[in-house]
């Protein structure tokens, strides 16, 4: 061929690679509960607290969003079995986040689906035996811990729209009626140092009524915490030395954990994907205890996050105050465990088939795992080398209802 | 009903009975067009007859020496090919699922995983034909029977390129707004499935026989055709090569990998039976081998690729063996893509397939003969002073090779233009000059021409409904009442009722005598079905038009639970409805809704495991009297536009027919 052939054919080779690669590489979906930086956020979520425990958990046929409802599960301290205990009168599909405040009571937020583009919330101070519904004004945002409850039934909520805007946090009365943005965020948002572009994606409240707001960050730069200081004033509050810095890490949790010395936990992992590390505050905030880092390997990812309880060792103040990480590579599962600070964290038995979420109890950790309409759960007691199946629960789910 | 799912019917009966009488009126109407252009041709005929009778001449004309210089073998191939594939296109349009299933089940799975954009203009296109789908379908398979009738019945001249032109400016519209761009822009991109879409192959044959037919006298045409190909099949190999695609895992998280995984959703889909077998076959054995199976793909690709750009000797194997891989791949992968009811062609192999053996053919078989000079010479013969073909051999060609026009060793000698004469001329029976001009057309070539003007009639029948279609922002009544039934005609007086609306008004159905009420029952917290009927509420205000001051739109509270005025005003926002001055949504305590409820036959249940509440969607239209006129099933069947744009006419219609008795 002719050099002048000869060069058009390779420029139209490397220009057609380079666009179908391109194409290729751009137009990745993300899945539920995704963050626009760094991997997914895993959705389904558990917290445990001195007197009882909640967990969200997807099930029905989870390859057709139409047919695929979020649940949620409360347990009562000292009961063995978690019971379903998921709002009534709106539907579950795009997804449920679950608030608990220090008091054990619980808030529950539905992500809008299908043609909705608000986000019902139900309130519960009887773990969810009993709801009384409201609105939050917009869409929750798809993340675990975007909404919490203080000791006293004060509500935080962030939220967004179907559209994308910038998520905003949002409070109300144990009312759920008139929803208003915290005095001062929005410019401490601003003036976040170290963190560009920063976006509020979870809510805790303290034991003392503190608001706490985790961050996300985009430009590489580390998320963190923005603590409520009173009046308009808020400071940042992540701990120091958190994940390698410049990791561009990201919140999992930040979620209370209501014990008489510990109130607030928070989980992130790092922007790579390939470690999660917890931390602990006991003072609302202000001081963190962080634990090591337990690293993720190639092609699994977090699949869910567990806080709260006692059964997984660990000494002294720290010791109820357990993170149980699911990881998932397929069908497979691993359970990661910590119990404190100064812990290691421990590998559990490989976690049952469709394990969704696990947290810790007070003698070990409880899987949920769920296969169509059936939730199972099983145990791990602390030293043991096995789960052992518990109760089983047929959750009427509604298919064919939502389209 | 909301909670209790759609009830779309793909085949909706009433829709396919729209859509085999716009065939049958459309079908008529083309009988009457050829009938016509036949009656005139034969006509034409009598009178040339009658003419040469009168002037003592035979009739016909005696043949005049003349010889028509014959399609080149390659053009000839493409124009018959592509006019055969468009025909079995046209005909597969022609399944009862298409009118109905068309967007949901092709249109818009194909631009599901594109950008935005990409599936913005499919929408589009998609949104044209769910609110006219009955007059869609028909007109997409009269104009793909007519561009293939036009290019099997036009072999030359301007007819014949303007068929390959409308080849591929429809063949675009089909692969953009049908095709999604085949998917290059959509992740996972792969020739084994189809990539880049069949129709862009339909496009480049389209493109080659649009242009002058003395292109195919060099076989510098069939190298570019087949060069162009070993481009295309070299990137495709690196892109099967690409890392992280999944083009080389059998499996994936213990699940079947790309290429399995469609494998297998291809053998589910209704087909005969060892068919289903042979690739169910070829998918376990690509989810067990699947790294051998790329690896074979790659190097078959690139091996072909390289041959078929250097060309020459390596041309001829080259194309034996891309037969029979394209072969395979059409059957084992693609499936032969005819089923499933909603199948729009034959898929990317064969036409693939023919364009690479229209490449070889014109490399080794180049035509004779630059006949531009017959677009212009309508009627006349042309007197061709060359042999009708010249075999040549393929052989590697010269490094810097001369123009088109200049003669090469073991190429066809380029003929200068023929000089056109008029018939008689030729024939040298009758000067022509005292000849009208009807006398003067050659009606034995002509039956050809009208047989191309009857398949364009074909085509543009199939057009002008479409066009009509797209700037039509109506909607098929046919659509809505496929799932929800005709509305039923009552008169009893309306059960009574008093809320408080949005505002905080006390509203009672007798405060709102002297307008015509449209009654429906709404969930605030639905996803489903209640936006989508408040949104059919909504288009049935608008086309009401003057008469919408007459009617008022009242929506009930149809839940236990989220039945605040919050809820009410949340829901106004979202659909739109705050800014209508003649709508109300009413609620209350539920142990005041629940009589409403029952007077009114709806049940409002609540269902557990985060399930909607559960009520009926039925839509009632109250007189100005109090009198209970219609009752309308308002289920929003696949709560697309066009279902809700169907719904609102029938509503609309019955609204009016209450206001205007």
């Known amino acids: 061929m002719a050099i002048g052939a000869t060069t058009v054919v390779v420029a139209v080779v490397v220009f057609i690679i380079v666009a179908l690669v391109g194409a290729d590489s751009g137009s990745t979906g993300t899945e539920a509960g995704s963050s626009s930086t760094g991997p997914a956020v895993p959705l389904a979520a558990a917290s445990a607290w001195p007197t009882g425990a909640v967990a969200t958990v997807a099930m029905g046929d989870l390859a057709d969003p139409a047919n695929t409802f979020w649940e949620l599960f409360v347990r009562t301290q000292g009961s063995t079995q978690w019971s379903l205990a998921t709002p009534l009168g709106t539907a579950s599909n795009g997804g449920l986040v679950a608030g608990v405040g220090p008091s054990g009571s619980v808030t529950a937020g539905v992500l809008p689906s299908a043609f909705l583009t608000f986000s019902p919330v139900a309130s519960s101070r009887d773990l969810g035996a009993t709801w009384a519904p409201g609105l939050l004004p917009g869409a929750l945002l798809s993340a675990p811990d975007a909404l919490a409850t203080s000791s006293t039934g004060t509500v935080a909520a962030v939220v967004t729209n179907k559209k994308g805007a910038a998520p905003k946090v949002v409070v109300a009365g144990p009312d759920l009626a008139s929803w208003n943005e915290p005095a001062g965020l929005h410019a401490a948002l601003a003036a976040a140092s170290n963190c560009s572009g920063a976006k509020p994606t979870r809510v805790s409240f303290a034991a003392s009524g503190t608001l706490l707001v985790g961050l996300e960050c985009s430009g590489g730069s580390d998320g963190g915490v923005l603590v409520a200081q009173g009046g308009t004033t808020w400071r940042r509050g992540e701990p120091q030395g958190i994940a390698a810095p410049g990791t561009n890490f990201q919140p999992l949790r930040l979620t209370t954990v209501a014990t008489a010395v510990v109130d607030v936990a928070l989980v992130v992992r790092n922007g790579l994907g390939t470690g999660v590390q917890a931390s602990w505050s006991s003072d609302g905030g202000s001081t963190w205890s962080s634990g090591p880092i337990v690293a993720i390997p190639t092609g699994w990812k977090v699949a869910s996050v567990g806080v709260g309880g006692t059964g997984v060792g660990g000494t002294g103040n720290v010791r109820a105050t357990a993170v149980v990480v699911l990881l998932s590579h397929g069908a497979q599962r691993r359970i990661n465990a910590i119990a404190a600070p100064t812990s290691s964290w421990i590998t559990l038995p490989p976690g049952p088939s469709g394990t969704a979420t696990a947290v810790a109890t007070d003698s070990g950790v409880d899987a949920l795992a769920v296969s169509g309409g059936r939730e199972t759960t099983w145990s791990w007691t602390s030293g043991s080398d096995r789960w052992m199946v518990g109760s089983t629960e047929r959750v009427p789910i509604q298919f064919g209802s939502s389209g | 009903m909301p909670g209790m799912g759609g009830s779309s019917d793909s085949g909706g009966s009433l829709v396919v009975q729209a859509f085999h009488h716009a065939l049958v009126t459309q079908g008529a109407l083309i009988l009457v067009v050829v009938a016509i252009l036949f009656v005139g041709w034969n006509h034409l005929r009598s009178l040339q007859y009658r003419r040469a009778v009168a002037r003592g001449e035979t009739y016909p004309p005696a043949e005049p020496a003349r010889r028509q210089v014959p399609e080149a073998p390659a053009r000839r191939l493409l124009r018959i090919a592509f006019g055969v594939l468009w025909i079995i296109d046209g005909l597969l349009q022609l399944q009862p699922g298409m009118p109905l299933g068309l967007p949901s089940a092709v249109l818009q799975p194909s631009a599901a995983t594109s950008p935005t954009w990409v599936q913005h203009l499919v929408g589009s296109g998609a949104d044209i034909w769910a609110r006219h789908p009955a007059t869609a379908a028909a007109s997409v398979v009269w104009i793909q029977l007519g561009i293939g009738a036009l290019l099997l019945l036009a072999p030359r001249g301007l007819a014949s390129r303007g068929a390959g032109a409308l080849s591929a400016g429809w063949g675009l519209v089909v692969w953009s707004i049908g095709g999604a761009f085949g998917g290059i822009f959509a992740p996972g991109l792969t020739v084994l499935f189809g990539a880049p879409g069949a129709v862009v192959f339909y496009v480049i044959a389209g493109i080659l026989l649009a242009f002058p037919e003395r292109i195919w006298t060099s076989p510098r045409t069939g190298r570019r055709i087949t060069g162009g190909l070993g481009v295309f099949l070299l ?303 909504r288009v049935a205000d608008e086309l009401l038009g003057p008469d919408a001051g007459d009617v008022r739109f009242v929506a009930i509270m149809a839940s236990r639970l989220y039945n605040s005025r919050e809820a009410m005003v949340a829901f106004d926002q979202q659909e739109g409805l705050d800014s209508l001055p003649n709508w109300s949504f009413l609620t209350g305590p539920v142990n005041q809704l629940a009589p409403v409820w029952k007077d009114y036959g709806m049940e409002v249940l609540t269902a557990p495991a985060g399930g909607m509440s559960l009520h009926s969607d039925t839509v009632f239209v109250i007189d100005a009297h109090g009198t209970l006129r219609r009752v309308l099933n308002a289920d929003a069947g696949d709560g697309g536009h066009a279902s809700q744009v169907s719904f609102a006419e029938i509503l609309a219609q019955q609204v009016k027919q209450v206001l205007h008795p």
Not at chain 2, 276 to 305: K, M, R
Not at chain 2, 414 to 439: C, L, Y
Not at chain 2, 464 to 482: G, K, L
Not at chain 2, 488 to 502: G, K, N
Request: proline residues 10%.
């Open chain 2, 235 to 537: 990137a495709m190999a690196v892109l099967q090569a690409w890392p992280g695609r999944g083009s080389w895992q059998g499996t994936i998280d213990g699940k079947p990998g790309p290429l399995a995984s469609m494998v297998a959703s291809m053998a589910e889909v209704p087909q005969p039976h060892p068919l289903s077998s042979l690739v169910a076959s070829f998918g376990a054995f690509d989810q067990s081998h699947g790294w051998g199976v790329n690896l074979f793909v790659v190097v078959a690709l690139a091996t072909l690729g390289a041959c078929f750009v250097v060309g020459g000797r390596w041309l001829r194997p080259a194309l034996i063996v891309f037969a029979v891989l394209a072969i395979a791949d059409w059957i084992l992968i693609e499936d032969v893509g005819v089923w499933g009811g909603t199948a729009t062609d034959l898929n990317s192999m064969l036409p693939l397939l023919l364009l690479a053996v229209a490449g070889y053919v014109a490399t080794v078989r180049p035509g004779v003969v630059a006949d531009e000079v017959a677009d212009d010479t309508e009627g006349m013969a042309v007197v061709a002073a060359q042999p009708e073909s010249i075999d040549v051999v393929a052989n590697e060609p010269p490094a810097n090779e001369p123009p088109a026009n200049e003669p090469v060793a073991n190429e066809p000698v380029t003929i200068e233009p023929d000089v056109p004469v008029p018939v008689a001329a030729a024939s040298g029976v009758t000067p022509p000059t005292d000849r009208s001009w009807w006398e003067r057309i050659d009606t034995s070539s002509a039956g050809r021409a009208v047989a191309a003007v009857g398949a364009l009639a074909v085509l543009l029948i199939g057009v002008a409904p479409m066009a009509a279609a797209a700037v039509d922002r109506s909607a098929d009544p046919a659509i809505a009442e496929s799932s929800t039934g005709p509305p039923s005609v009552v008169s009893s007086p309306a059960p009574a009722f008093s809320l408080v609306d949005q505002a905080g008004h006390v509203v009672s159905l007798s405060s709102l005598q002297g307008q015509v009420v449209v009654l429906a029952f709404l969930d605030p917290v639905c996803t489903t079905d209640c936006p989508v009927i408040a949104q059919e509420l």
